[in-house]
């Protein structure tokens, strides 16, 4: 299992940037697929995008060309760089983890709040 820190989220105006980062601890940290999920206050959570082992990545659409998700194998960290951020992009952001091969996250973090204002 690994466990989750998120940290970097905050205020921000439209139109700016902040980067989420999201430590992992565990000896296994190669061998998950690890995710950013968003949920706004009375919205369901929400896909942001994830990144596997060798790179590989996929993203929501609303997010595509705007957010940039990586990972540091070395530091067990994956980041979340958020660009040109809108108001409705305002949730709680939190990293999850899944094992390759299963299909569900099954480790997540506490979450960091990001708030946009307009």
């Known amino acids: 299992q690994v466990q989750l820190v998120e940290s970097g989220g905050g205020l921000v105006q439209a139109g700016g940037s902040l980067r989420l980062s999201c430590a992992a601890s565990?000896?296994?940290?190669?061998?998950?697929?690890l995710g950013w999920f968003r949920q706004a206050p009375g919205k369901d959570r929400e896909f942001v995008a994830s990144i596997n082992w060798s790179g590989n990545k996929v993203y929501a659409d609303s997010v595509k060309g705007r957010f940039t998700i990586s990972r540091d194998n070395v530091k067990n960290t994956v980041y979340l760089q958020m660009n040109s951020l809108k108001p409705e992009d305002t949730a709680v952001y939190s990293c999850?983890?899944?094992?390759?091969?299963?299909?569900?996250?099954?480790?997540w973090g506490q979450g960091t709040q990001v708030t946009v204002s307009s």
């Open positions: 565990g000896r296994t940290f190669s061998s998950y697929r």
């Open positions: 999850a983890a899944r094992q390759v091969g299963v299909p569900e996250y099954s480790q």
